[in-house]
């Protein structure tokens, strides 16, 4: 068998992909949070249960409604951004003239929140969600086995983020979102409705983390506590690119869970910190991250 | 001369605010003393740890204006060092176990500090939290700490290899020894020069550096005092509960300490004091009733109501009606 510095290539290449789908998760979610921070300058503490209530309410629509995959991937989305619409409306609309570090916290409050009923609705341990048929199976590559979930995934999250880049950077509605980023109230002035604006925009950040849920849910085990560890990762992911660019973003996440995957294979007793080594090296030569634009 | 009867006036109504805080304090040390005749005392030195754990955040977020998001690092790292120590050498002495703890805190938050502090607001609390999550990581990893089962059977020795602190009555009095000097620490470190730049800073940093500040040193020094008194309170706790686990080091421990000092008060000294008995006295509750599982959702929707309309905290709220009231 082909190996390379003693590691077969198999497990290499196995590995590389396995990091690229976590990548393609944490460009996913690092994209929303960027979205959500560019205009509210609000962290989205929330974004990991929003996640993962993407991921249960497939399961849950799946198991009492018959809602499969394809529809799910489709209403889910849109179900749990309207509960984003309705916590902006609601909860940090009221906050958003103090300390923006207040929103941090309230959202932190809402995902205590959230974990919490679901512990207490489903437990702790994980449930498993069916690959839909027509994705069941793979192809063989001749190097290595790729089942064909795991490419939908990988096509279907940059496909969403090429679209959101390509919302943000290349439409009207895109211009008016970066032109409310720099300067709100001039926008106000110019009659764009600028509180809409926000509104829409945490909503489609936390759509985007629900449909990232719906993408998760047949590859990792759909469990209350499995957005919270990921969103931290996601928060590091999101210090080292920097805040400022959504392709910074999008590349950051793809790139930081190729290193994890090449980390597995080379030192896997380094895979859980090995994100927070790159962020700690990162603050050290280049504080604003890796695509930041201020300090 | 009206200039020197009002710097008169000034300075005796400081005398008086003084003295009043003087006689409060005299006050708490005397309730303190008596609590554990009246009180379970261990319930007691929990508070105690927590209350000083919340009052070292509150150095940093109520008087810097930094929130660390990863203050359960210092807590975690305190109270294994101390356990592994006094487990490992059973002729150590406490009172240099928990001193090994806090030192380990102290670098650890210097480490933390000179990283962070490279960046503002919210990036800030996204890189303490993510620092925090590693040495999480490390802790499971590292032969010292037990992994999952963490450390269990710390002895509790003797103080100064003479006083047994076996029972709970004496250890309680040690406790509140550790705790009054953590927290006179704190209260000398707010209202010296040092404190008064460090709230410059948290009022507006641009123009404390405008003024000739090195804010970062500011920050710096700070976040190590922080984490150091935090790594007290981890150090001590195990001396209380006889072992040190991973829930100290869980991100849910961050954000306790955080809710705690927002209910109690951010930026008054009593705050943190008043949050922390709050939130240790009702999960006590919690756990004995069946809302037992709904705690974590019982503590975000304090988190949410705090945010919303009681951002002073129960402290402040309280020293704004005096203000009204009294002046």
Excluded at chain 1, 55 to 77: C, K, N, Q, R, S
Aim: charged share 10%; hydrophobic share 55%; net charge positive.
């Amino acid at each position: 068998m082909t190996t390379i510095f003693g590691i077969p290539l198999m497990v290499l290449f196995g590995q590389l992909l396995l990091g690229l789908i976590n990548g393609a998760f944490y460009a996913l979610l690092s994209l929303g949070l960027a979205v959500i921070f560019g205009l509210l300058k609000v962290i989205n503490f929330a974004h990991g249960a929003q996640y993962m209530l993407g991921a249960f309410a497939a399961l849950l629509g799946l198991e009492y409604l018959g809602l499969d995959y394809w529809l799910a991937l489709l209403v889910v989305p849109l179900v749990v951004g309207a509960l984003g619409i309705l916590i902006e409306r609601v909860l940090l609309r009221r906050i958003q003239h103090i300390d923006h570090l207040y929103g941090l916290l309230l959202t932190f409050g809402l995902a205590l929140i959230f974990e919490g009923t679901l512990v207490n609705l489903f437990g702790v341990s994980g449930s498993s969600y069916p690959v839909p048929e027509a994705l069941a199976g793979g192809f063989n590559l001749g190097f290595m086995f790729l089942p064909t979930y795991r490419a939908w995934v990988l096509v279907a999250a940059l496909a969403v983020c090429l679209f959101t880049w390509f919302m943000i950077e290349r439409t009207r509605l895109g211009a008016y979102l970066r032109a409310g980023t720099e300067n709100p109230r001039l926008m106000q002035a110019f009659g764009v409705n600028v509180p809409l604006l926000v509104t829409l925009t945490y909503g489609f950040g936390v759509a985007l983390a629900a449909f990232a849920g719906v993408l998760a849910a047949p590859i990792y085990p759909v469990s209350p506590t499995m957005g919270s560890s990921l969103l931290i990762v996601v928060f590091a992911v999101v210090v080292i690119g920097g805040m400022g660019s959504i392709l910074g973003a999008i590349l950051t996440g793809l790139a930081m869970g190729l290193i994890e995957g090449l980390t597995k294979v080379f030192y896997p007793e380094a895979a859980n910190t090995v994100i927070f080594l790159v962020m700690i090296m990162v603050l050290m030569l280049r504080p604003a991250g890796l695509f930041g634009k201020e300090a | 001369m009206a200039m020197s009867d009002t710097s008169t006036v000034t300075a005796a109504r400081q005398r008086s605010a003084r003295r009043r805080h003087g006689l409060l304090y005299l006050g708490l040390i005397l309730l303190g003393l008596v609590a554990p005749f009246v009180a379970y005392p261990v319930f007691l030195m929990k508070i105690l740890c927590f209350a000083l754990f919340a009052s070292a955040f509150n150095l940093l977020l109520g008087f810097a204006g930094l929130l660390s998001f990863g203050h359960a690092a210092f807590l975690a790292t305190g109270a294994y060092i101390t356990g592994f120590l006094l487990s490992t050498y059973p002729g150590l002495t406490p009172e240099l176990g928990i001193l090994a703890g806090t030192l380990g805190s102290v670098v650890l938050g210097l480490l933390f500090g000179l990283l962070a502090i490279r960046r503002q607001g919210i990036y800030f609390a996204m890189i303490t939290l993510a620092l925090a999550q590693m040495m999480f990581f490390l802790f499971i990893q590292s032969p010292f700490t037990g992994g999952e089962d963490g450390l269990h059977g710390v002895p509790r020795g003797e103080l100064f290899g003479l006083f047994s602190l076996q029972s709970n009555l004496a250890l309680y009095y040690f406790v509140f020894a550790v705790f009054v000097l953590g927290f006179a620490l704190i209260q000398r470190t707010v209202h010296s020069p040092f404190g008064q730049v460090l709230k410059a800073i948290r009022e507006n940093e641009p123009r404390a550096v405008s003024l000739g500040y090195d804010t970062d040193t500011y920050k710096l020094v700070a976040f190590v005092i922080s984490a150091g008194l935090a790594g007290l309170a981890g150090a001590t706790k195990t001396l209380v509960f006889q072992l040190a686990s991973l829930g100290d080091a869980h991100w849910h421990m961050s954000g306790e300490v955080i809710l705690m000092t927002l209910l109690g008060g951010v930026g008054t000294l009593l705050g943190p004091l008043v949050g922390s008995s709050l939130v240790i006295g009702l999960q006590h509750q919690l756990s004995q009733s069946p809302l037992g599982d709904w705690v974590s959702v019982i503590l975000g929707s304090i988190f949410v109501l705090c945010v919303l309309s009681f951002r002073s905290g129960i402290i402040g709220e309280l020293q704004k009606l005096v203000k009204r009231n009294f002046k």
